[in-house]
Structure formats: C-alpha cells, structure tokens
C-alpha cells in the first residue's frame, strides 16, 4: 500500500523502500545499479561518510529501510547482511575537507569516492538528494527521500550510517572528553559544553557554527 507524505511531493511513495527505480534502470538497459547515500552531513565534528551498494535481486536483506528509522541493533544486523549478500563501496570526506570546501560539495565528493570504491563497475546510479555528484564514472538519478523510497539507497544508507557511528566510537577512545559516543558528533548539550571547557579537537569542523569565529 502506498502512502503520501505531509508535502505531498510523491504521490506513489512507498511504505517502505521498494526496487521499482532499480527495476526501471535495468529496463532501460543498465545492468549494474548502485544505490548511494551518505551519513554525517550535520555533524559538527566527524567525517562524512558515503556508501555504494550494489544489490543481488536474488539475495536482498529483508527489512531494508531508511537507517534512520531502524534502531541501532537493527541497523547493525543488516549493515553485516548488506556485506554478506552484496557489492559495497565506502568512502569518506574529513572534517578538514568539509572546511576546505563545503558539506554540500564535501558529501558529493565522498559519494563519487564510494562509487569508485565498488568491487564492479555500476553503469547507473541512484543517488539519496537532489544532487548527482559531479565526475561519476556512469549516469545518475537523484531521488529526494531516495533513502525511503530505493532499496539499494536504503542499503547504502545504513551501511554509511553504521560505518560512521563506527568511526566515532574509535574517536571516543581518542578523544574521550568529547562524548562522542553518546552523540556521534552532532550538536548535544553535552557535546557544546565539553567544546567550551576543552575547546575543539582536531576533529572537529572548525567552519560549523558554533565553531566558527566569525
């Protein structure tokens, strides 16, 4: 059964990911699909990370959804499906990066990363966003929601999601003043208080406000 969001955008959106967008590619003649997405645009300190996924429509995890609306145990039994049953790349963009350029171009450029990091070469691409990342190596649809609407983006959002939590657990160890295993880096109470006492390690994204001097 389908349902329609509060803004109405997608009139078909489905209740849950489905493969209808995969579907439609390989009729048009492409036979590698890859889903993209990216986990860690918000952060004020952290990478961003990206993942490329790959499907076997023979072998899809069940339960596939927006890593956002999955629990963390969840989200990490699938994260070990995904590697298990299909072709995943992943990549990232740093902190210094992000304040190089922007999050927006940062995270365009860890997607274009990840594509490239797949063990086949995917002929199309379904990008989560309203972007297709410039320089990919084969054509791209970008899909607004994609995360809730393909399952291959679905796929590769939870792998992003699960890798960078991951990330951040390790930098818990080596920052330890900074909470980040609590809040992954996003802007919690805890989290500011501990930049006002300690100041910003060099994970942090010195271009985010509040970091930012200006």
Not at 39 to 57: F, N, T
Not at 158 to 165: E, L, P, Q, S
């Given at each position: 059964?389908?349902?329609?969001?509060?803004?109405?955008?997608?009139?078909?959106?489905?209740?849950?990911?489905?493969?209808?967008?995969?579907?439609?590619?390989?009729?048009?003649?492409?036979?590698?699909?890859?889903?993209?997405?990216?986990?860690?645009?918000?952060?004020?300190?952290?990478?961003?990370?990206?993942?490329?996924?790959?499907?076997?429509?023979?072998?899809?995890?069940?339960?596939?959804?927006?890593?956002?609306?999955?629990?963390?145990?969840?989200?990490?039994?699938?994260?070990?499906?995904?590697?298990?049953?299909?072709?995943?790349?992943?990549?990232?963009?740093?902190?210094?990066?992000?304040?190089?350029?922007?999050?927006?171009?940062?995270?365009?450029?860890?997607?274009?990363?990840?594509?490239?990091?797949?063990?086949?070469?995917?002929?199309?691409?379904?990008?989560?966003?309203?972007?297709?990342?410039?320089?990919?190596?084969?054509?791209?649809?970008a899909l607004v929601k994609g995360d809730a609407r393909s399952l291959s983006i679905a796929a590769a959002s939870i792998?992003?999601?699960?890798?960078?939590?991951?990330?951040?657990?390790?930098?818990?160890?080596?920052?330890?003043?900074?909470?980040?295993?609590?809040?992954?880096?996003?802007?919690?109470?805890?989290?500011?208080?501990?930049?006002?006492?300690?100041?910003?390690?060099?994970?942090?994204?010195?271009?985010?406000?509040?970091?930012?001097?200006?």
């Amino acid at each position: 059964m389908a349902r329609t969001p509060s803004d109405s955008l997608f009139p078909d959106f489905p209740a849950t990911p489905d493969d209808r967008h995969e579907r439609e590619a390989l009729r048009r003649g492409f036979r590698v699909v890859a889903g993209l997405d990216e986990a860690g645009r918000g952060p004020l300190a952290g990478p961003v990370v990206a993942a490329a996924v790959v499907l076997d429509p023979d072998a899809i995890p069940q339960g596939l959804n927006d890593s956002k609306a999955l629990k963390p145990a969840r989200r990490e039994q699938l994260f070990e499906a995904i590697l298990a049953a299909a072709q995943v790349g992943i990549a990232s963009a740093s902190a210094r990066e992000i304040e190089r350029t922007d999050i927006r171009a940062a995270s365009l450029a860890a997607m274009r990363r990840a594509l490239s990091a797949l063990p086949v070469a995917a002929d199309f691409a379904l990008i989560d966003g309203r972007d297709v990342p410039p320089g990919l190596t084969c054509p791209g649809q970008a899909l607004v929601k994609g995360d809730a609407r393909s399952l291959s983006i679905a796929a590769a959002s939870i792998v992003a999601k699960v890798t960078r939590d991951r990330m951040m657990l390790r930098a818990a160890r080596t920052y330890p003043a900074y909470g980040f295993e609590t809040h992954m880096g996003y802007g919690a109470k805890r989290h500011l208080q501990a930049i006002a006492t300690h100041g910003p390690c060099p994970l942090h994204r010195m271009s985010f406000r509040p970091l930012r001097s200006d």
